[in-house]
């Protein structure tokens, strides 16, 4: 299974940006697609993951701005950013979860400017 992840880029605070990543390869029933960033210096952290139906999770610090969906017929999930915050600034790595192995794609970049 690979991974490419697409969207990142520079915006300044407030501004959105929409990220999307493709799953290729053969995966079988039900998987968890994802989103995880890490900042400089920072350890990796969740920021949003949605399941086969579309029931999404988020973290504290991205509720009400952030919005995960997926497109299963494309292997595809997105992640909507609004009112970005500098602190938004890391890399946005795309995580698929099949609850026996799990893939990881190459990392996009996001920088908030204040």
């Known amino acids: 299974v690979q991974l490419q992840a697409s969207g990142g880029g520079l915006v300044q605070a407030g501004g959105s940006l929409r990220l999307s990543c493709a799953a290729s390869g053969t995966m079988r029933g039900r998987y968890m697609m994802g989103w995880y960033r890490q900042a400089p210096g920072k350890q990796r952290e969740l920021v949003a993951d949605?399941?086969?139906?579309?029931?999404?999770n988020y973290a504290d610090s991205v509720k009400g701005r952030f919005t995960i969906s997926r497109d299963n017929a494309k292997n595809t999930v997105y992640l909507q950013m609004n009112s970005l915050k500098p602190e938004d600034t890391a890399a946005y790595y795309c995580h698929v979860d099949t609850y026996v192995d799990n893939y990881w794609g190459q990392g996009t970049l996001v920088t908030v400017s204040s």
């Open positions: 949605i399941t086969s139906g579309g029931s999404p």
